[in-house]
């Protein structure tokens, strides 16, 4: 089994492992003191113990030199020598070369760093050496000075190299945690950077807009279906700049979104919103239609940290629904020619019904209704065809609105009289708003209607109007059938009719798209309640100002 690596004391000298310099420096302190031995008493110079520790010191520096640059173990067995070299040199019976024995210290602290037990425990055992026994005949136990030598000496060696292998122990162990912490935060760092990778890749690959802002407004992500958009690619803008310089456009194409309503200003106030749609286009340039949706991003206390926008291009869908109902628009108008000829002759032939047979009378009946109900799909038809076109203009004033629904509440009466319903107003004092009473009564009155249509008989219908100051609220609230939750959000889908009205109601299913472009145009909405058997409740808003 391979021996485990050493801990090394620091970076190579020359190519030669940091510990090297312990043997040159044991060395060099021995040869210092040849040279003074020389000029002071050569004497112990000339003892076979003398020459047999040069000797084994000369061994041991041959070894460090040559394999001092690898990483051999066998470098090991060089402080091993030295101190085997010091305590052959203690035997020298001159008290005065003693001192020499505090070089043991320098192998000492190299085998304790090895981090081996084997050579740590051999540097313990070699420390014994450096003591005088007096059944050798090399000390005077008597002496107190001898004793504590022969106490102190070793003991030092036998501590540091100890000490040096608990250090060195720990040292590995601190290196090796530190070694495997940097692995693993390596490989994290490579996960993060790879889905960070796939989630560019993800988010490039989508033909959507994707932008981010952190809190401050600063932009953080931007895909590159983003960053090439004809209208950001034209102008230079980023999207922040485009919202609130006017380059944002409302549905009239004409008017510019306001500063605070923009976008990406909302997102950045931490509003959450689907499908906003606005155009966008540099001033005599081509303007592009944008559905926007944004997302708030908060942190784990809720506090706001960003937001997330995804833009869509929508531009082409809508010039299709346009084309669209432009073509409806014109068949209709082209329908209203022979409708309007239709009328007047059958009012004509009605007004000398009596002088018809009774068959006759009946089937002129059945035509005026069916005439009748022309007469409201094309209606219908026209008016979808100018919400989309944006031929409507708001005619806006200071308006009432709980006189407005008991204007349209009383126009219902007769009709609802005449089914057994009852009409309820709840409102217990005026509520003022800036609208087009003409359309938001026409929207109101599509409501009452719906709701009536789908209310039996001996039924109840009540309509309340609050306010907040900023916001109005009608609410119809009928007894009628009801519907499925899951119908709820496709009720006003152009041409979308409920199941329950499918086989006996009539209509084509755009009343209430036009009840809710409406309420979009006066910065509201329309949302729906119902289940089936427990009746409608119908939420329509829309903005004081």
Not at 81 to 88: E, G, K, T
Request: hydrophobic content about 45%; some cysteine.
């Amino acid at each position: 089994m391979r021996p485990p690596a050493q801990t090394q004391l620091g970076s190579r000298i020359f190519g030669y492992r940091p510990e090297v310099a312990f043997q040159f420096v044991t060395v060099l302190i021995v040869a210092v003191a040849i040279v003074i031995a020389l000029l002071v008493d050569p004497s112990p110079l000339e003892t076979p113990a003398f020459a047999i520790a040069i000797m084994i010191f000369a061994v041991a520096t041959v070894l460090a030199v040559v394999i001092g640059r690898t990483d051999s173990s066998w470098l090991l067995m060089v402080p091993v020598l030295d101190m085997i070299a010091l305590v052959v040199m203690w035997q020298v019976p001159e008290q005065h070369v003693h001192p020499l024995s505090t070089l043991a210290i320098l192998p000492a602290v190299w085998l304790g760093w090895s981090g081996r037990p084997v050579f740590a425990g051999l540097a313990v055992l070699l420390s014994l050496g450096l003591a005088e026994f007096p059944w050798l005949g090399n000390g005077d136990p008597a002496d107190l000075e001898h004793a504590l030598r022969n106490f102190l000496t070793p003991a030092v060696v036998a501590v540091v190299a100890l000490s040096t292998f608990v250090a060195s122990n720990r040292t590995r162990s601190s290196i090796s945690s530190l070694v495997a912490q940097e692995r693993k935060t390596a490989a994290a760092l490579d996960r993060e950077k790879n889905t960070s990778q796939l989630l560019d890749a993800i988010l490039d690959a989508v033909n959507i807009g994707i932008v981010a802002y952190a809190a401050d407004g600063s932009q953080i992500l931007a895909n590159r279906t983003a960053q090439g958009h004809p209208v950001i690619r034209d102008t230079g803008l980023t999207p922040l700049e485009l919202d609130r310089q006017g380059y944002m456009l409302q549905r009239d194409r004409s008017t510019p979104v306001p500063a605070e309503r923009g976008i990406i200003t909302r997102a950045l106030d931490g509003d959450e919103y689907s499908n906003q749609i606005v155009w966008a286009g540099a001033p005599g340039g081509r303007q592009h239609a944008l559905a926007a949706s944004a997302r708030p991003l908060v942190d784990g206390d809720g506090r706001f940290e960003g937001t997330v926008i995804a833009i869509d291009d929508v531009t082409a869908y809508l010039e299709t629904i346009a084309a669209k109902d432009e073509f409806v628009g014109s068949v209709s108008h082209e329908f209203r020619t022979p409708l309007a000829s239709l009328v007047g002759y059958m009012e004509l032939i009605m007004e000398e019904q009596d002088q018809l047979p009774e068959n006759v009378r009946q089937h002129l009946e059945v035509m005026e209704r069916n005439v009748d109900r022309l007469q409201l799909i094309v209606q219908d038809l026209l008016e979808k065809a100018k919400q989309n076109t944006h031929v409507v203009r708001l005619q806006r004033e200071s308006t009432d609105v709980v006189a407005l629904c008991e204007e349209v509440l009383e126009r219902s009466g007769a009709a609802a009289e005449k089914s057994g319903m009852v009409l309820e107003l709840d409102a217990a004092e005026p509520v003022t708003a800036v609208i087009d009473p003409q359309r938001v009564g026409q929207a109101i009155d599509t409501l009452l209607t719906n709701a009536m249509t789908f209310t039996p008989c001996a039924g109840r219908i009540v309509v309340s109007v609050t306010s907040d100051g900023e916001i109005v609220s009608i609410v119809v609230r009928d007894s009628g059938i009801g519907m499925p939750s899951e119908e709820l959000e496709a009720l006003t889908s152009p041409f979308y009719r409920p199941t329950a009205s499918r086989e006996h109601f009539p209509g084509v299913g755009l009343r209430l798209t036009v009840a809710r472009a409406i309420m979009e145009e006066h910065r509201g909405s329309l949302s729906f309640d119902s289940a089936e058997g427990r009746g409608t409740t119908v939420t329509a808003t829309l903005a004081v100002r």
